[in-house]
């Protein structure tokens, strides 16, 4: 499933790298702590948190994720959002809490 069509279903805000959506996603991985995501999360994978600082940037970018779902309509930090739109890493925020979120991805269906 693309980005963008997640987006569109879950109704997602684009933060950053709009441009990107036509990225294809292969999975999800959920986690707020870093290590985890860099052990565990795989390439294409989207990445859902509530961290809002610069260094989920530079782990997405490194294990190229296709994008991260801030959720409870936590907003990125500006130096975390101008590093995205450097990085090209969509940023994307739902109103939902995780548990909510990752049931409506679940069922479209993205798994892990």
Known sequence: M???EIVEKLNL???SAPEMLDKEVTGGYVSDLLSDVMANAREGNIWVTLQ???NIVAVASLKEIRGIILVNNRQPDEDTLQKAIH???P???SK???FELVGKLY?????S
Do not use: A, D, G, N
């Open 2 to 4: 693309k980005l963008k």
């Open 13 to 15: 805000e684009v933060k």
């Open 52 to 54: 809002i600082h610069q």
């Open 87 to 89: 990085e090209k890493i």
């Open 91 to 93: 940023i994307l925020v």
């Open 96 to 98: 939902l809490s995780t």
């Open 107 to 111: 069922q479209l269906p993205i798994t």
